[in-house]
């Protein structure tokens, strides 16, 4: 099931998407939220009627660093021996179609698609055997970085957390599971068109398993959270006007333009 949050006529709601062709997607909207047992309405609307909002609106968003070994090369990083995390705020959280707004302390923003879990229950110290049970889905992140910023502060709070830096969308996907993601799905990214980043799930170095395990000997996750499980090799530069798409096999398509900060 794909799972979309929505505003319509000033409500906001969540709905099961449905249908293939993009132009005839229409949403049964849901009755109560996904993070419990719920039921859908039979009220349809079609999807080009709504305003996409970001799929969840996590507590916290803990990322991932370095998660792949040619991401971490690319950029001089040595690969580190357990996972590496770090946060983005809530605030940085943006939707499909929403404005990134570029930092005005940068002059060097970078992308970095991701694909990322969506927690669909409260959670501590969760064992391996039990990590399925935790999620809820899977959907598109972007884990916009302001690159210049990273390297000249020693830790990444503004680089990586700043306003509209993490876009997540178009919705969450609750059908794909860890065998497909371990065996490899896609995830590219382009800018206005011309292709960037292209890689699998399976190069990742730390499986969604090793992540979730991590950071949940750590720290409590709470229904909504957002995993990011790390970019593939091909970040690059961003500029205002620029349209920036993450596409995830067996998810979908999150489109963000660049605009100048006001």
């Not at 719920?38 to 990322?63: D, H, M, Q, Y």
């Not at 357990?82 to 943006?94: D, E, Q």
């Amino acid at each position: 099931m794909r799972i979309a949050r929505f505003s319509i006529d000033g409500n906001v709601a969540f709905g099961a998407v449905e249908g293939d062709k993009p132009d005839e997607l229409v949403l049964d909207i849901i009755k109560g939220i996904p993070f419990a047992d719920f039921e859908l309405s039979g009220t349809k609307v079609p999807l080009s009627k709504v305003r996409l909002l970001p799929p969840v609106l996590p507590n916290k968003v803990v990322a991932f660093g370095r998660n792949y070994a040619e991401h971490a090369k690319e950029l001089g990083n040595e690969v580190p021996d357990a996972p590496f995390a770090f946060f983005k705020p809530s605030t940085s959280v943006i939707g499909t179609g929403d404005e990134i707004h570029y930092p005005s302390f940068s002059s060097e923003l970078h992308h970095e698609a991701e694909l990322a879990v969506v927690i669909g229950r409260m959670c501590r110290e969760v064992p391996r055997e039990r990590v399925k049970d935790v999620i809820l889905g899977y959907t598109c992140a972007n884990d916009v970085t302001a690159r210049d910023v990273q390297k000249r502060e020693k830790q990444w709070a503004r680089a990586k957390g700043f306003d509209n830096s993490c876009p997540l969308g178009p919705w969450v996907e609750t059908d794909l599971d860890l065998a497909a993601i371990a065996e490899g799905i896609t995830i590219q990214c382009t800018v206005n068109g011309a292709q960037r980043q292209l890689g699998r799930t399976s190069e990742m170095i730390h499986s969604v398993e090793d992540l979730i395990v991590n950071i949940t000997e750590a720290m409590t996750l709470l229904p909504g959270d957002v995993i990011l499980t790390g970019t593939p090799a091909g970040v690059g530069p961003l500029n205002v006007g620029d349209e920036v798409a993450v596409t995830i096999e067996g998810i979908g398509t999150l489109t963000n333009k660049v605009i100048k900060r006001g």
